[in-house]
């Protein structure tokens, strides 16, 4: 792969972002403004406890990273999926993406609210993130089919890349710090 040839592609890629539509920026925003928030929420969280003496056990710090990788990933493949393959996503993989991120977003919800009620929420966590992966690997087959017919490119490819990467290591350290019954969690929520 050509590094230079592959640097244009991305700014090329990017710049689509000037053929959004008022509808796209909306989209767009809130997609990855979601995502942001995410991260935020969880690195501020860590930060408020080891800033007061928390010690977190190194592999939580995983969650946090996944994310970032997420959220610079789908900010680059939204622009694709807002400009030059949106028609192309409205034959099926739209609704993939939209069963993917019910997946994911659901799946946080029941980590989040396994804290006070790990019995309850263990099994939908774990079938929640089970179905994200599936459903992404599902998306994943869809893209290469694309890629294959010239209907897609290698930003695009790459960013699905770094999409698995972020989602799955944000999921599986955050579901094992779940199991490890949430160390450090306790003591930094007397900061709040």
């Known amino acids: 792969m050509n590094s230079v040839a592959f640097w244009r592609e991305t700014v ?3 710049g689509r972002v000037r053929e959004f539509s008022r509808i796209d920026w909306i989209v767009y925003v809130a997609w990855v403004g979601m995502m942001v928030g995410l991260f935020a929420s ?7 406890g080891a800033s007061n003496g928390v010690q977190y056990p190194v592999y939580v ?42 997946c994911g977003v659901t799946s946080v919800l029941c980590l989040c609210l396994a804290y006070g009620q790990p019995e309850f929420f263990r099994f939908p966590a774990l079938t929640l ?6 459903y992404s690997m599902v998306d994943e087959a869809m893209h290469w ?3 294959l017919m ?20 944000m999921s599986l ?10 160390p450090g969690v306790k003591e930094t929520l007397e900061f709040f």
């Open 12 to 14: 090329i890629y990017a």
């Open 42 to 48: 969880v690195f501020g969280f860590l930060v408020v």
């Open 61 to 102: 710090w995983n969650v946090p990273i996944g994310i970032a990788i997420f959220v610079v990933a789908i900010s680059f493949d939204t622009i694709g999926h807002r400009t030059i393959y949106k028609q192309e996503l409205l034959k099926a993989e739209a609704l993939v993406h939209h069963i993917t991120i019910f």
């Open 129 to 134: 993130i089970g179905l994200a992966v599936f």
């Open 145 to 147: 089919r694309r890629y």
């Open 150 to 169: 010239l209907k897609s490119d290698r930003v695009e490819m790459w960013s699905h890349l770094f999409i698995f990467v972020g989602h799955i290591l």
């Open 173 to 182: 350290s955050w579901y094992y710090w779940f199991e490890m019954g949430y």
